[in-house]
Nanobody, 127 residues
Framework: QVQLVESGGGLAQAGGSLRLSCAAAGRTFSNHAMAWFLQAPGKEREFVAAISWSGGTTTYANSVQGRFTISRNNAANTMYLQMNSLKPADTAVYYC????????????????????WGQGTQVTVSS
């Protein structure tokens, strides 16, 4: 079992920044691929960014490419999402997710691939 806890959400103005953290506890964190997803009210859960367990490979949704940066510190059992140039459209609950992976460079887009989830943290961007 891996327990995930997000933090760092809150209220920001358009053009501002927030940094989300996802702290992991339980089984070995370093062999888990990780990702961030968002869910806006009344909408499906959407992919935001993913990172391999080595940290060497990352990928982003087109909507956040160039504005958000995903990273991880395996020694600290923590993953991050640096969110810059925020837009009102980024308003949502953000979830971190983890999946044990045998491949050090692999990442996964589909939320159904992930078997561990955090409780979510609200991000609200005002115009």
């Amino acid at each position: 079992q891996v327990q995930l806890v997000e933090s760092g959400g809150g209220l920001a103005q358009a053009g501002g920044s927030l940094r989300l953290s996802c702290a992991a506890a339980g089984r070995t964190f370093s062999n888990h691929a990780m990702a961030w997803f968002l869910q806006a009210p009344g909408k499906e859960r959407e992919f935001v960014a993913a990172i391999s367990w080595s940290g060497g490979t990352t990928t982003y949704a087109n909507s956040v490419q160039g504005r958000f940066t995903i990273s991880r510190n395996n020694a600290a059992n923590t993953m991050y999402l640096q969110m810059n140039s925020l837009k009102p459209a980024d308003t949502a609950v953000y979830y971190c997710a983890a999946k044990e992976s045998p491949y050090f460079g692999a990442y996964y887009y589909d939320h159904s691939e992930y078997n561990y989830w955090g409780q979510g943290t609200q991000v609200t961007v005002s115009s």
